[in-house]
């Protein structure tokens, strides 16, 4: 028999009577007997947001060790309620916390990595012929304290599980009967996409889709493991991630991607000589501020502007200390910009024809739509434009690309 890994995630369990919805379905498939179920999920509905806010409103800089010991607890719920709704629709299933599993992080709490994960437990439970249940988004270090992976962190405990079981696949449930070419609740006559290459999908995860974790795309293509991605209260068919085969001579444009978790932040007046960029981006690494799109303009006068990108999230960290360094280096300035929004076209080959980025830039301008940066690769060309008019710029590209 096949084991088959399912992770539900928060919206798919916000209430009573949906984890006894997803319970009744689960059952009904045991009943056919076909796949062997390992389910992994998500706290209910906003539980990890309320309990985030929570934390701030009683301390300003809470330990990073208590986040994460008051975070996993939301996934912790989820476990015992959808195991009792299991048993109440006569399904022999058992709960298990991250830590019990022994899926082993590192210390870096509230963004830990997954180090290994002790499959035997699972294993045995399986061929008692129950259903098991994983708590996702939480593991445990090498001296028993809790972590968690970060937010959207359930997918990474699912796809550990699908690589450690050997899994068939894995079902990503959600609120979306699949992936389409834009956000269906930014474009509503968005279509929805058969099938994805991992490469796409996870171009689409790092360019902001949520969907899936990156990291847990990530492994997916690593170990070749299908992922499909489909509505946890509907039949029919989603869509599936997996090796393509195809042979790209022309483009083939599969999305349209937008983030408004980002900003730009401008270094004016760099001395242009060796060293500068280093000393700037080895003051955003020391701070744990990651960097996504860089620009660098030369000017005559023998200073350049270097322009960036990174999580709205890490603005202030990355402020202070690029202040510290400007302060250092006289004509230096800095200016942050928070309402900017990355927007993303994602397909196969994109690079190999100019006319996509013709037809990408001439679709924004037409709407009055200025681009402020652009980055490129061989699946994708980014854009920074202002988060005013992102909605816009998406059903632009969507009329444009997916008529
Ligand atoms: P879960 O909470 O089940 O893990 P996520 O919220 O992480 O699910 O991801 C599902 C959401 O991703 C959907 O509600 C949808 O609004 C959003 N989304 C963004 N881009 C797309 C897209 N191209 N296709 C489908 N869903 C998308
Ligand atoms: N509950 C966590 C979050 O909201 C993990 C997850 O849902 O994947 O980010
Ligand atoms: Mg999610």
Not at 374 to 386: E, G, P
Request: net charge negative; glycine share 8%.
């Amino acid at each position: 028999m096949k084991i088959v890994v399912q992770k539900y995630g928060g919206s798919s369990l916000s209430t009573l009577e949906k984890i006894d919805s997803v319970a009744s379905r689960i059952a009904r498939r045991e009943k056919g007997g076909e796949d062997r179920l390992v389910l992994v999920v998500s706290a209910m509905g906003e539980t990890t947001n309320d309990l985030t806010r929570m934390a701030y409103d009683l301390s300003p800089d809470p330990p990073a060790r208590e986040l994460d010991m008051l975070l996993a607890t939301g996934e912790q719920v989820s476990i015992a309620l959808m195991a009792m709704a299991l048993h109440k629709h006569g399904v022999d299933a058992i709960s298990y916390t991250g830590p019990q599993i022994g899926l082993k992080t590192d210390t870096l709490h509230t963004q830990a990595k997954v180090l290994g994960i002790d499959s035997g437990k699972i294993q045995k439970q399986i061929d008692l012929g129950r259903v098991v249940i994983v708590a996702g988004f939480q593991g445990v270090t090498a001296e028993n304290d809790v972590t968690t992976l970060g937010r959207g962190g359930s997918d990474i405990t699912a796809m550990a599980l699908a690589v450690g079981l050997r899994a068939d696949r894995l079902e990503k449930c959600t609120d979306s009967d699949g992936v389409y070419t834009a956000d269906p609740r930014i474009y509503r006559s968005a279509k929805r996409i058969d099938r994805l290459s991992y490469e796409e999908m996870l171009e689409m995860s790092f360019s902001g889709a949520k969907i899936l974790h990156p990291r847990a795309v990530f492994f997916a293509w690593k170990y070749r493991v299908p992922i499909l991605v489909k509505h946890s209260e509907m039949d029919g068919s989603g869509t599936w991630i997996e090796e393509l085969e195809e042979d790209v001579e022309q483009p083939i444009i599969s999305n349209v991607t937008h983030d408004v978790t980002v900003a730009k932040l401008t270094v004016y007046g760099v001395p242009d000589r060796p060293g500068m960029a280093f000393r700037i981006f080895d003051c955003l690494s020391e701070r744990g501020v990651g960097v996504d799109m860089i620009v660098q303009s030369t000017t005559k006068r023998l200073v350049n502007d270097i322009s960036f990108t990174i999580k709205r999230g890490d603005l202030a960290k990355a402020r202070e200390g690029l202040e510290k360094l400007a302060a250092d280096c006289e004509g230096m300035e800095i200016e942050a910009d928070d309402r900017v929004a990355k927007l993303t076209l994602v397909g196969l080959g994109i690079r190999s024809d100019s006319s996509v980025a013709k037809d990408m830039f001439k679709a924004l301008a037409d709407e009055e739509i200025n681009v402020e940066m652009i980055a490129t690769s061989d699946v994708k060309i980014s854009c920074v434009i202002s988060e005013d008019q992102v909605k816009t710029g998406v059903r632009a590209l969507c009329r444009r690309f997916f008529p």
